[in-house]
């Protein structure tokens, strides 16, 4: 038996930017789709409403893999549908499938079980930051989440700011909305005066906020990105 297609289907970074996000094909695959794997399944139904999804979404099947579901489940369990010959949507629940997102592990099993993989077109916050910094998008690393521990993650910094010194590598990392602010303050504290640091802060929504400065030009301002989705890179 032939088997199906896994589609990796980008969702919006906001709302605000949902319009701005869809292309022809990406509204054409999700309405010859009636089986997804997602991150949030609240937020997935509300994207394809939004998309323009002809199927009642009571004919849908959709299998979530957020966090609970990953803890007590076996990711081989969503792919009954991908082996029998069906195709199947992955999505993340803002940005792109399987980048800086669990959604990884869904693709590494369908190449491993012989499953074709296709991308969509679409928003992926880590390349939006890195387009609008004005840093080295010939050589970069994005090296997600730094550690919690402000002793651990000062080290941490000063490692990043040495590679992207000597390397020339663009250094691209995140926090949880809810410490950005904490953040912000160690890499002021830390870093040398005339390092690059970029804050590209609500990427795609109304409020969007990118600006690339030295960390001089930073201590002399005063920006709150407390609870609002933000990537940090520095040159």
């Known amino acids: 038996m032939e088997k199906g297609t896994l589609f990796l289907i980008p969702v919006p970074l906001s709302e605000e930017a949902s319009s701005k996000s869809f292309t022809s094909y990406l509204v054409d695959t999700i309405n010859s789709l009636d089986e997804y794997i997602v991150e949030n399944e609240k937020t997935a139904r509300k994207f394809l409403k939004q998309a323009g999804l002809k199927i009642p979404q009571n004919d849908l099947t959709i299998y979530d893999y957020g966090k609970h579901a990953r803890d007590k489940g076996n990711i081989k369990d969503f792919f009954k549908g991908l082996l029998a010959g069906k195709n199947v949507g992955l999505m993340s629940e803002a940005g792109c499938p399987g980048v800086a997102d669990p959604g990884a592990d869904i693709v590494a099993e369908a190449h491993r079980v012989g499953i074709k993989v296709v991308p969509l077109v679409g928003p992926s916050s880590i390349l939006l930051a890195l387009m609008a910094s004005g840093f080295s998008g010939q050589k970069f690393a994005f090296q997600g989440y730094l550690p919690i521990d402000k002793v651990d993650r000062s080290k941490r910094i000063k490692e990043l700011e040495l590679q992207a010194t000597k390397e020339k590598q663009t250094q691209i990392f995140i926090e949880t909305p809810f410490r950005n602010n904490q953040l912000l303050t160690e890499l002021l504290k830390t870093c ?28 002399k301002r005063t920006d709150d990105f407390h609870k609002r989705p933000a990537i940090f890179l520095m040159f």
Do not use: P
């Open 192 to 219: 040398k005066g005339q390092t690059n640091l970029c804050v590209a802060c609500d990427i795609t929504d109304e409020n969007e906020f990118i600006k690339t400065m030295t960390i001089d030009q930073w201590k």
